[in-house]
């Protein structure tokens, strides 16, 4: 009896199995979505790039008219020109453009020396409160360092 009772159980699974293989290949194919070619991939990243540029232009002639105006200060202008450098150093190093990564890393230390030299005079004048550079000088330093390692 114990005997019948274990071909059975294996005859069954048997037959089981065979009903889910078949199911299985009698099924439609599962449709995969398609992956984009890594070419259109990349136009498409250096396109966002390019309109992330352009934003960038235009927010810093925004803010060199706000500072024709006294709306705006030289730091503020100093940050939306290194963020529009940030964004073509981004671009440079996804097309592998190592001399454009460099020269906009040392626009980025010409723009925050620039900076400190004007907010120095402005604290030699009185009109802005000791210690107002410190932030452009702490990044003026990174943006060293930055270019350091990339001409390593």
């Given at each position: 009896?114990?005997?019948?009772?274990?071909?059975?159980?294996?005859?069954?699974?048997?037959?089981?199995?065979?009903?889910?293989?078949?199911s299985?290949?009698?099924?439609?194919?599962?449709?995969?979505k398609s992956?984009?070619?890594?070419?259109?991939?990349?136009?498409?990243?250096?396109?966002?790039?390019?309109?992330?540029i352009?934003?960038?232009?235009?927010?810093?002639?925004?803010?060199?008219?706000?500072?024709?105006?006294?709306?705006s200060?030289?730091?503020?202008?100093?940050?939306?020109?290194?963020?529009?450098?940030?964004?073509?150093?981004?671009?440079?190093?996804?097309q592998?453009?190592?001399?454009?990564?460099?020269?906009?890393?040392?626009?980025?230390?010409?723009?925050?020396?620039e900076?400190?030299?004007?907010?120095?005079?402005?604290?030699?004048?009185?009109?802005?409160?000791?210690?107002?550079?410190?932030?452009?000088?702490?990044?003026?330093?990174e943006?060293?360092?930055?270019?350091?390692?990339?001409?390593?």
């Amino acid at each position: 009896m114990k005997k019948r009772r274990g071909i059975f159980i294996v005859c069954s699974v048997i037959v089981l199995c065979s009903i889910f293989l078949v199911s299985l290949t009698s099924s439609e194919p599962v449709r995969k979505k398609s992956i984009p070619s890594s070419a259109q991939t990349n136009k498409d990243i250096v396109e966002m790039y390019q309109k992330l540029i352009k934003l960038r232009e235009q927010f810093v002639a925004h803010e060199l008219k706000l500072m024709e105006y006294g709306q705006s200060g030289v730091l503020e202008l100093t940050k939306a020109r290194v963020k529009l450098s940030n964004a073509r150093i981004d671009l440079s190093k996804f097309q592998g453009k190592h001399d454009m990564v460099v020269k906009e890393l040392r626009n980025i230390i010409k723009f925050y020396s620039e900076a400190i030299e004007q907010l120095k005079t402005e604290v030699d004048k009185g009109q802005r409160a000791p210690g107002v550079f410190y932030e452009a000088e702490i990044a003026l330093l990174e943006a060293k360092i930055r270019l350091a390692k990339a001409t390593q």
